[in-house]
């Protein structure tokens, strides 16, 4: 951590000082090794207000101290923004365009892993949804238009879909952050694994990273708590090497993994052309694309650095590599992140070993409590947030692909509660989509209805002509479950 400076000493007992009344022993012990640690970190500001705390506010304060590495918050603060600058990409060239000539191999491919076991499904739903202001997890979000389903229950159906096409259920890992881990599992219990078996599903939290002033030192939320926040999707890789993720997965033989976000109501987890592709290609980490719809979009951009993949995030692009055309008019960055991935499990095992995973900071207004234990609300940045992304692992892996999908069958994000990728825009597109379908089957879905298909019912174009009534009329809002 940078240059630091830490409280005159007659602010701060000395540790052989310290006085404690519940279990003071133990007290005594954490307290001693937290401020050496502390002290060799210059961060020893957080606790100043110690005399003051009762033994219950000790305690709560040191267990926010053990739960962060100080030497990994003190690397990510040293190094963040020091991992390549967005100003030195060139847009990819090789990218797989679908449909493909490949495809029929890839899907068989692809439908032989699936009915083999080897492919378990990653939902990352740690996210805080800040934009959305949904009161709960983001996947408890009842956003089907029709049916009123939540995403999870969307993202669960489409498993034990699969799973009834091709044989073994794939396992379903769902990662959680402290804020949101005991909601979601209530949901889980409360709505019986939707439908999945429940020895599928495994749920585990990411980790936290503290938020930092302008100078990289700790901030106090309350004089017994830090200011801490989840570590950012990145955080998987360790979450699931310390919470036994990957230990489970070696057990069942799963070593193909289809990452998703809870937020896409159209993600097709465990893909069996895109996993094919994957195989096919024999790659560690393959990505669907989409096109950039315009150069203001909340998406990242997939760029070439060092001759290495990469995905620069649309918080760091910048704004003249965004809006870059070429003579044809198209965004000369037109490939976009949905965050749909596969990867092999032993490459993102090898993630979770890194001491050097890129961590990002945004500048960001953060409220805490000065040294005097008042509480400050800043209206202007005044610190710092740390966050890890999962896409930051795409250029260490040996091989890397790119697949250029449909947008309109991939990729209806839930961000926001109005407007662009709002509930009522991830709505329209499942309907359209939904309603081209049936359309193809030769139903018809009157102007002013709205249609919604269960992957229960149907999981592509496909299966649904093959099982949709003949002269099936949809005259008003219509849902096909099951
Ligand atoms: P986003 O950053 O786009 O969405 O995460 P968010 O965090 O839910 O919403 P905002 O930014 O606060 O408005 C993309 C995906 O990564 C997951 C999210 O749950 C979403 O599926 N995520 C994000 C995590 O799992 N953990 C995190 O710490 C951050």
Redesign the pocket.
């Known amino acids: 951590m940078g240059p630091v400076a830490s409280p005159p000493p007659d602010e701060l007992l000395p540790p052989a000082a310290v006085a404690c009344t519940a279990a003071p022993e133990a007290l005594e012990q954490r307290y001693h090794e937290a401020y050496q640690r502390l002290a060799a970190h210059g961060q020893l500001q957080v606790l100043r207000g110690w005399d003051a705390l009762e033994p219950a506010g000790r305690s709560r304060l040191l267990a926010d101290l053990e739960s962060i590495d100080l030497d990994a918050v003190a690397r990510a603060w040293s190094a963040a923004g020091a991992h390549g600058s967005a100003e030195e990409v060139s847009p990819v060239r090789e990218v797989v365009d679908l449909p493909s000539a490949r495809d029929p191999q890839a899907r068989a491919e692809g439908e032989r892993a699936l009915r083999d076991g080897r492919v378990a499904a990653l939902l ?9 202001g949904y009161d709960g997890p ?1 996947g408890a979000y009842p956003l089907g238009p029709v049916s009123g389903r939540s995403l999870f229950a969307m993202h669960a159906e489409r498993l034990v879909a699969l799973g009834r096409r091709f044989g073994p259920t794939p396992p379903l890992y769902v ?1 959680t ?1 402290p804020d949101n881990d005991a909601a979601t599992r209530t949901l889980f219990a409360a709505h019986d694994s939707f439908g999945l078996p429940a020895d599928r599903v495994r749920i585990f939290a ?1 980790g936290v990273l503290p938020a930092l002033d302008g100078e990289g030192r700790l901030l106090l939320a309350a004089p017994d708590r830090l200011v801490l926040a ?4 990145g ?2 890789f360790a979450a699931m090497e310390q919470q036994g993720v990957f230990a489970h997965m070696r057990q069942l033989g799963s070593d193909v993994i289809s990452y998703f ?3 896409n109501a159209l993600a097709a987890s465990c893909d069996p052309r895109f996993i094919g592709h994957h195989l096919l290609a024999e790659s560690e980490f393959s990505c669907k694309s989409i096109r950039r719809s315009n150069p203001g979009e909340a998406v990242g951009c997939f760029a070439s650095r060092g001759g290495r993949l990469c995905i620069v995030e649309y918080t760091e692009i910048p704004r003249r590599l965004a809006n870059a055309r070429d003579d044809a008019g198209e965004l000369v960055f037109s490939h976009g992140n949905p ?1 749909l991935f596969v990867w092999s499990r032993g490459f993102a095992e090898r993630q979770a070993a890194r001491r050097d995973f890129p961590v990002h900071r945004a500048h960001k207004r953060i409220a805490h409590v000065d040294s005097t234990g008042r509480p400050v609300s800043p209206t202007a940045p005044n610190g710092y947030k740390l ?1 890890t992304f999962a896409l930051d692992a795409l250029p260490t892996a040996a091989r890397a692909i790119v697949v250029l999908c449909a947008r309109a069958q991939e990729f209806a994000p839930l ?1 926001q509660a109005t407007g662009v990728d709002s509930p009522q825009s991830a709505r329209a597109l499942l309907c359209a989509l939904h309603r081209g379908w049936i359309e193809r089957a030769g139903g018809v879905v009157a102007a002013q209805a709205r249609v919604e298909i269960g992957p229960l019912y149907a999981l592509d174009a496909a299966e649904l002509a093959s099982r949709l009534p003949r002269g099936f009329r949809a005259e008003t809002d219509t849902y096909l479950g099951a």
């Open positions: 990352v739903a740690g996210g805080q949804g800040t934009r959305l983001k990662m952050s990411q989840a570590n950012g999707n955080g998987l976000h809870v937020d965050g966050e961000k």
